[in-house]
């Protein structure tokens, strides 16, 4: 079956939609069968893949009962790298979910017979900057949430105010396996002191966490989006891409990933 | 009596806080009496600018019918400017003002006895990255939106989203005032094709809107609020803080400040 990861992080712009498209392209390169759900009603993931959202389209329906997840998937230009796109609509899942009792697991059962299946080994679920109940479904349908840290802003603050979610939910029997996957740094700039001193605070805090690939600030990376294009596909030679490619690496040995 | 100005979008990590918290401090840089009412649960402007969250600190219980807005005001390090800080709570606050049948009424209310006052000449709310409760109250509360829009990523499809909200908020006669008072480019990296394309196609649909102040991508301004400093403090000299200086003069001008 499929190991599902969730990509969150309630401050905003810190890189999660550029790891959660990157990633999956990366680990669709080295032929691990990946399904990327777009959960954020701007729909950043679906247009940085080249496709349109559409309504109707999205985990909405299947989120509040009507119709099933793996009726959503659509292939995408890349090899092995399916979507579930956005829609403006799923901001209302919001509040439509807040209306049912089990209003957490949603996400869960709506991903059961894709996790079961053999059609993927990947499943990564990209958030919204927010810890709404969006992303609380997002951490309790997951394995493994990959927290993107921005190297820019001592984040520690927000990364401690997440933990506390994890700690929550596993807690409280909502989710009992879901582990701190990793710790993905972004925005790596070598020639300010501001970065290495996040990076060595982290490291001290989460030393097993903390994932060996640094993502550089990259022109390229945040240029590649407005064409529709994965970083392979945009900037196959730069430095922000080749990061991708050494973090999908790092991510199939971790997790055993086929 | 005091103008009041929503920074919002959205979009996450494209410089709300950073504009939110250097604009207030120019226009107090300016004699300009400036408060910054921060909504955000993170509480980035309140940790940018050196101070704490407390709980019961916020605008949460004012929002909610305890206690008044002035209650909840601090003075900051910097002279002419004030600050009504945010705490973690914020985040019921969307849940429990949506139970309330005038719930995009609220933060009008809440302002109303400030906003009258001779106290400010400058009344400034930074957002979090949605367009839920808390933001919709900041625009049903403001006299003027103004947009900060990244230049890194081609953003046109999530500004037309929060047009469109001003468009629904006046028209449904929640805020029939309400104006898009501008936008302001910020991360502009001179080096780069993308940053030019996006400043034109801004320029092309809001030609009144857009600020002239363009705020490069400085170092300096992502180290800054790590210690609790304005970019005045932190960088006197930079071409950030010259930017957000810049921006201020342009703001009083457009929207006559005293
Ligand atoms: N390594 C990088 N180098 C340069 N720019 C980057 C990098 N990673 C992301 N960006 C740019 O920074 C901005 C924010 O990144 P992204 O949209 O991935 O963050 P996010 O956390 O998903 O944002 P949101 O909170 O709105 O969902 C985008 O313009 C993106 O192109
Ligand atoms: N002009 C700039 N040059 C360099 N870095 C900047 C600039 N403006 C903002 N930043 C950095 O980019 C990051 C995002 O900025 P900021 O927090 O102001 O955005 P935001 O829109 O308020 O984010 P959120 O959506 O989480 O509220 C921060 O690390 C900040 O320090
Ligand atoms: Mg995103
Ligand atoms: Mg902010």
Redesign the pocket.
Known sequence: GATVFT?A?????????????NLAAGLAGRAVRTLLIDL?P?A??TS?LGMEKREGGSIYGPLSGEGKASDKIVATRVDNLSLIPAEVDLAAAEIELSQNKDYLMQMKSCLAGLRRSKQFGAIIL????ALGILSMNALAAADYLLV?L?CEYLAMEGLGQILNVVETLRSAGANKKLKVGGIVM???DSRTKLASQVVAEVKKHLPKEIFKTK????????????FGQTAMEYDPGGS?TE?YRKLASEVMKRFKLK
């Open positions: 990509i992080n309630q401050k905003g712009g810190v890189g999660k939609t550029t790891t959660a498209v954020d701007q950043n993931a940085a990209d958030c919204p900057p993107t921005q972004t925005m790596y993502i550089p600030r990259s022109v390229r990376l945040s240029e590649a989006p407005s922000g990061a």
